[in-house]
């Protein structure tokens, strides 16, 4: 079986290519090589929350390429530290940083043993990272471990709503990230690793619109993508994206965006 790991350096170096920056361009605002589904707006958004300032010092778990921390970091002014277990994502991403004039600082690392002290960040931020990660509640007490008393973390997640039927849960499982499901539900989750949650926005909406608008440039382009990445591999992936974008207009994904302070 390929690991997680493997798939994503796979994504990682073909992500500098033109027609994949453009498409992220068009779909999300941005030309990071980003593997989440965050866009520029919300990016934007999540920095407001995060309530980001100079001198600031910002962790983003699972930030693969620099997205969207290194634009949150160049926009706010903020100190940078990006951690992924994906060391070709961590190379662009700092070879970004470095091109938009930041100094962010990288450790390649998992979520769930983050390699440093206690309470040093001000904030901490992950896109769509729990759902692509087996460990959520151990990546939840780092994440706890490493802020300040007074600092805030924000981050998107994609799961699946209780009360689905067994064929629809398979479906949303089957065209979700890797460990989309979860044990409890995330309110529950932040509660067992003392955190406090002071907002949940549901974002499903501009989720199936960002999935529609890439499936759409999956197949506009089709020829190219697939001299690519290799037919087979174009297929299945623009196979699990429509699949995706029926899960998510029946209700069996869901995107939510949280904001927890330290319990």
Known sequence: MVSQESLFEDIYRISLSPVLRGIERRVCGCDYG???WTTRKQADHIGAL???RPGARLLDVGAGAGWPGVYLAK???CDLTMTDLTPTALALGILRAARDGLTGAAAAADGARLPFADSIFDATSHSDALCCLPLKRETLNECRRVLRPDGRMVFTVI??????????HASAAASGPTYIESDADYSTLL???GWRPIA???ISTQYGQTCREMLAEFESNAEELARLMGKTDYEEKRAKLAAARVAIERGW????LFVALPA
């Open 191 to 193: 509660a067992e690793t």
């Open 159 to 168: 799961y699946i709503p209780t009360g689905l039927s067994t064929e629809a």
């Open 75 to 77: 926009v706010s002014g």
């Open 253 to 256: 994904q869901k995107r939510d």
């Open 50 to 52: 995060l309530g980001l």
């Open 34 to 36: 980003a593997t989440s």
């Open 200 to 202: 949940r926005e549901d």
